[in-house]
């Protein structure tokens, strides 16, 4: 996998670390979130499939503000050859 120049904002990690400890989160919230927290602070890169599930999570219009937010964070450190 190539190496990102972008990183999760602290605010972002905060709130996917925020996502994950709330057992009310959906099960795609917690999947963005454990992505938003692996790019904190590293140069990792979003997968394909995460990149996908991203995606239609913010084409998704009943998707809560708190999914978009980490779809967002998501996305925008995804591989731009793709």
Do not use: C, F, W, Y
Not at 52 to 71: D, G, H, I, Q, Y
């Amino acid at each position: 996998m190539a190496n990102n120049d972008k990183q999760s904002s602290k605010d972002v990690a905060h709130l996917a670390a925020e996502t994950l400890n709330n057992p009310n989160a959906s099960t795609i919230q917690k999947s963005l979130a454990g992505s938003v927290l692996s790019q904190a602070g590293t140069k990792n890169q979003t997968g394909a499939n995460m990149e996908a599930k991203a995606s239609a999570a913010l084409k998704n219009p009943r998707s809560s503000e708190v999914t978009k937010t980490l779809a967002g964070s998501v996305v925008s450190q995804s591989n731009k050859k793709r």
